[in-house]
């Protein structure tokens, strides 16, 4: 009966969220509305059929459901990067982790999209933290987010068979929704991850360059097998070191259609990461960048967007001694165009990536460009601008009504909507609550009240 009552319960999550919720004209008046780009006072925002309809001033239109956003701030859904929301439960229970492939001889070609579970119960949790949207990334070691681990002990340098280990490249990302439902996936194989620095040395057996020269070679036989796919399917193509997924996993990384996340901490490997990029001509994007403040000129003048945490200012290894909490700040002056990271993964702590913005502001990043590092620059830098991450007619009516202000811990997500449906205001945390408090079903026996 327990375990009855407690699938019920996260089945009644999805209560708000039926699809007839998504045609109602809803306007959301009198509050004060960040865009994501903009402010607006006393402002109005209209949505429909899962999309905003207009963004402005004004009363409500005839007809509309009206919630009263008077003395409340109005917000795009925040979105998480770098995140394990939807493929990992307990990233200590290996089947409950979809994160990671192991030691499989797959490694670029691994798809996350694929192991996403959208009754996750991490999903509600983030969704009370004002996250909408994620950026799933699969785990790698030395990784930065969506629970990577910092284990060397998983560098496997050269597989079995001549394969290079899968540590290489870690897999390609996927965007999700929040909504609650049968399906999150927004879109599959985003961008392909790989790790450099210490992480990256490990791979390859200990030291940086062999990591580069590595990489490099695993790019040459990529444009090798592209342009020569007949040749390949006779055997008429020297002997490849990746299987034939991973090679065509790559293609699109080696002629820089797709990004590749790269997770680098120190300011000297970020140097050689963008002399690689330039010398390929790589699409990249830097994960981590602690020591990024540094070189945030190089960095800008490259055109290449960071994935960071703001609040990292401890050097836990020689990969980050120079890490400071004015690292979003400066680079954000410099133009490099940021988005701020949750902690731990993004998964059960990815609500605290709005605590993360607020800090950043405490360290001199300008509250709007705050805003942007959680709202309108991943959708940006992952290729979806305008589609979400933003109040804008026809972005996706991914809207928060917010108590306070959003940055401020003791604000609470009063309104949530999800592709405009209004999503239920709760997590199995809190239904656990009122089940043991309320003394209802599955309470505890009287003898433990005595």
């Known amino acids: 009966m327990r375990l009855k009552s407690l699938i019920l319960g996260a089945a009644s999550l999805v209560a708000l969220a039926s699809p007839s919720m998504a045609q109602e004209l809803t306007a959301i008046t009198g509050g004060r509305v960040l865009t994501g780009t903009s402010v607006i006072e006393n402002g109005t925002v209209v949505i429909r059929n899962g999309r905003v309809v207009s963004v402005g001033t004004g009363a409500a239109p005839s007809g509309a459901r009206v919630i009263d956003a008077r003395g409340k701030v109005v917000a795009p859904g925040f979105v998480a990067v ?89 897999g390609q990302a996927a965007i999700i929704h929040l909504a609650a439902g049968n399906d999150i996936l927004v879109k599959p194989r985003v961008a392909q991850v790989a790790p450099f620095g210490e992480a990256g040395a490990g791979v390859a057996g200990g030291a940086r360059g062999a990591e580069f020269t590595q990489f490099r070679e695993t790019l040459a036989e990529v444009r090798l097998f592209a342009r020569n796919r007949a040749a390949y399917d006779r055997g008429d193509v020297r002997d490849l070191s990746l299987s034939r997924a991973d090679l065509e996993a790559l293609i699109p990384v080696a002629n820089g259609t797709m990004p590749l996340i790269v997770t680098v901490r120190r300011a000297s490997d970020i140097q050689q990461v963008l002399r690689l990029a330039r010398e390929e001509n790589l699409k990249i994007i830097l994960d981590g960048a602690e020591e990024g403040w540094l070189v945030a000129d190089q960095i800008a003048a490259a055109g290449v967007p960071v994935l960071l945490n703001p609040i990292s200012n401890l050097p836990g290894n020689l990969e980050t001694r120079a890490t400071r909490m004015q690292n979003a700040a400066v680079l954000d002056a410099a133009g490099v165009v940021i988005a701020i990271k949750g902690n731990e993964g993004s998964i059960h702590r990815a609500r605290e990536t709005r605590y993360n913005a607020g800090n950043a502001v405490s360290h001199g990043l300008p509250y709007d460009a705050a805003i942007e590092a959680i709202t309108v620059n991943p959708a940006r830098i992952f290729g979806m601008a305008g589609q979400f991450g933003e109040l804008r007619a026809g972005a996706a009516a991914d809207v928060v009504v917010w108590s306070g202000d959003p940055l401020e811990p003791l604000s609470i997500a009063e309104t949530i909507f999800v592709n405009g449906q209004e999503q239920a205001p709760t997590s199995r945390q809190f239904l656990l609550r009122d089940r043991y408090r309320d003394g209802g079903e599955g309470a505890m026996p009287p003898a433990y009240s005595r």
């Open 82 to 170: 770098d995140s394990g929301l939807g493929g990992s439960e307990i990233s200590s229970v290996g089947g409950s982790d979809d994160l990671s492939n192991g030691a499989n001889s797959i490694s670029a070609a691994f798809d996350v999209s694929y192991g996403l579970d959208p009754w996750s119960f991490t999903l509600p949790v983030a969704r009370l933290g004002g996250i909408t949207r994620a950026v799933v990334v699969p785990n790698h070691p030395g990784g930065g987010g969506g629970g990577h681990r910092h284990d060397d002990s998983d560098f496997a340098g050269v597989g079995h068979a001549g394969l290079q280990s899968p540590s290489l490249f870690a």
